[in-house]
């Protein structure tokens, strides 16, 4: 199979870093997110606020073609490595503060990141990992704390 990786790229700053998919350890998740992205999305990355060093991003409704609730556990942790990239499903009523649902993407670009919330550590797939370009990514990422949200833009590597 040829390889299929993904891009992260800060559209403003024109920054952009290379996913390398997990297929071997987390298939469903790989194959549903690939199968999302058939067309690049745009979406505004945030920062965490209980996780660490960790930007999220939604995946919009046009690229919503899977069930996210057919997906199984694959390659989870709570305690990710630098440049670990994950899938995270929040369904309508999930948390007692955030009523709403949300389909997170999640990059890890700093040490010390979990997967911790508002009620404490949540378990998430992890699908792949920056492998390429990611100190200036990493880069990208801090200013969102001191800057606000940034236009990222995700898709398949032609």
Request: charged share 20%; with cysteine.
């Amino acid at each position: 199979m040829t390889e299929r990786n993904l891009y992260l790229k800060f559209v403003e700053a024109d920054v952009q870093g290379i996913i390398s998919l997990y297929w071997d350890n987390a298939p469903e998740t790989c194959k549903a997110i690939w199968g999302a992205l058939e067309k690049p999305i745009r979406w505004p990355a945030t920062h965490a606020m209980f996780s660490g060093p960790e930007i999220m991003m939604g995946l919009p409704e046009e690229a919503r073609n899977f069930d996210p609730t057919a997906l199984p556990p694959e390659n989870q942790t709570v305690l990710p490595e630098v440049g670990e990239v994950l899938w995270f499903y929040q369904p309508k009523n999930f948390f007692k503060i955030d009523p709403s649902e949300f389909w997170e993407i999640g990059l890890f670009y700093g040490v010390g990141g979990r997967t911790f919330g508002p009620t404490g550590w949540i378990p998430c797939t992890y699908f792949g990992r920056m492998t390429h370009n990611l100190d200036a990514v990493a880069e990208q990422c801090r200013l969102i704390r001191t800057e606000g949200a940034k236009v990222v833009e995700i898709g398949r590597v032609a």
